[in-house]
């Protein structure tokens, strides 16, 4: 037997077994609906114990023992239909009527359902396989200390039962929908560190490209060759033609002369403004002057 699909709109997120106030309620009327049958059966059919009385002054008689009128007890006929209404009421609720529809008398009431992850009810196996183990949320007698403790602490709030049966109490409205039990939430990623710090890139070996220097002046260019005087003609001075140094390859990326220098191990590049070589400086992350 399948249970009817989910009307109307989905329930709100959050946990769906945070009912544990409903189903404790729940279980009070299911357990106390057997109670109150069995106390007034009892009043109706039991007998007081046998040679039993009291005088009207408090004296007691009897043959061998002397109890109080209220000591009653049931036997026989009136012990085996209690027995039989109490076996058939647990059976009949707690395992055909909660595993073909997920709700009993005090479920109904208290608008809870029991169902399993898949938002159906249990069926009749995983519900008696719920009952029987869920003796153990019982203990002590009349007080479910440990289903109290278990539902109150543990994730999802099952007790010794569900976690035997995987079964979830839920509000009724998530009857039909899949049980989903939010986790704990997951940490803040923290924002990916930015650096502003640009590392000095080293000198490559020979036949590599040497480092970039941010600026360098383009070369100048060879004055054309002034011509040559007349004879007996005044002559201005020419300007001096830069000094291009010996063995350099001129780098059109960098606009310098670059030179590997094998004793240092590194490359120079020439300074145009300052008419020197510069050497590159590993701590500083510049150039500067070749020291000699």
Avoid: K
């Avoid at 009385?53 to 000591?71: E, I, P, Q, Y």
Wanted: charge should be neutral; hydrophobic fraction near 40%; aromatic fraction near 8%.
């Amino acid at each position: 037997m399948t249970s009817p699909l989910p009307t109307g709109p989905p329930p709100s997120s959050g946990d769906p077994t945070a009912v544990v106030g409903r189903r404790f309620l729940a279980a009070i009327i299911d357990i106390g609906i057997i109670w109150v049958f069995g106390a007034i059966f009892w009043l109706v059919a039991s007998q007081s114990a046998p040679g039993s009385a009291v005088l009207a002054n408090g004296a007691c008689t009897g043959r061998s023992f002397c109890t109080n009128v209220n000591d009653r007890y049931l036997a026989g006929g009136p012990l085996a239909v209690l027995t039989i209404v109490w076996f058939v009421y647990m059976v009949g609720v707690f395992v055909l009527q909660r595993g073909l529809t997920g709700r009993t008398v005090g479920t109904m009431l208290t608008g809870v359902v029991v169902v399993g992850d898949d938002g159906r009810p249990l069926g009749v196996g995983r519900a008696l396989v719920r009952s029987v183990a869920g003796i153990v949320d019982y203990v002590p007698c009349c007080v479910p200390l440990v289903g109290i403790i278990t539902s109150a602490t543990t994730t999802g709030h099952h007790r010794v039962g569900d976690m035997a049966a995987r079964s979830h109490v839920v509000g009724g409205e998530h009857l039909g929908r899949p049980v989903v039990i939010p986790g704990p939430a997951a940490p803040p990623v923290p924002p990916t560190p930015v650096s502003y710090a640009y590392p000095a890139q080293p000198p490559t070996p020979p036949g590599a490209q040497p480092p970039v220097m941010p600026f360098a002046p383009p070369p100048a260019a060879a004055p054309a060759p002034a011509p040559a005087p007349a004879p007996g003609a005044w002559s201005a001075p020419q300007a001096p033609t830069p000094t291009t140094p010996e063995g350099a390859v001129w780098d059109e990326e960098r606009r310098a002369y670059l030179q590997w220098d094998p004793a240092r191990g590194q490359w120079l590049q020439f300074d145009q403004a300052t008419q020197q070589w510069h050497q590159y400086d590993h701590a500083t992350g510049r150039w500067r002057p070749v020291e000699t």
